[in-house]
């Protein structure tokens, strides 16, 4: 399946509490699109949150996070890793 890392740039001051409920969120909701999120992270200083998943496509992934109450502003697709 393709992954995807997606951006989120408007999380100023995310503590790693806020970060953790969020995930979570998407990780009770990932099953009504057939999305897998593997991990977060955030620099709250930036607001910058990224997330890294598994899903059938972008629009998958963009689904899950407006459902959990934060969409995402950029999703790009992972072609090429080392």
Not at 25 to 33: C, H, I, N, P, V
Not at 61 to 68: G, K, S
């Amino acid at each position: 399946m393709p992954e995807f890392m997606d951006v989120h740039n408007h999380m100023k001051g995310i503590s790693a509490e806020d970060l953790r409920a969020a995930h979570e969120a998407d990780l009770q909701a990932q099953g009504e699109e057939n999305v897998v999120f593997k991990n977060a992270w955030a620099d709250p200083e930036t607001g910058k949150v990224f997330c890294l998943s598994e899903a059938p496509s972008a629009e998958a992934v963009l689904r899950v996070h407006e459902r959990t109450g934060h969409a995402a502003d950029e999703i790009h697709a992972i072609t090429l890793a080392v």
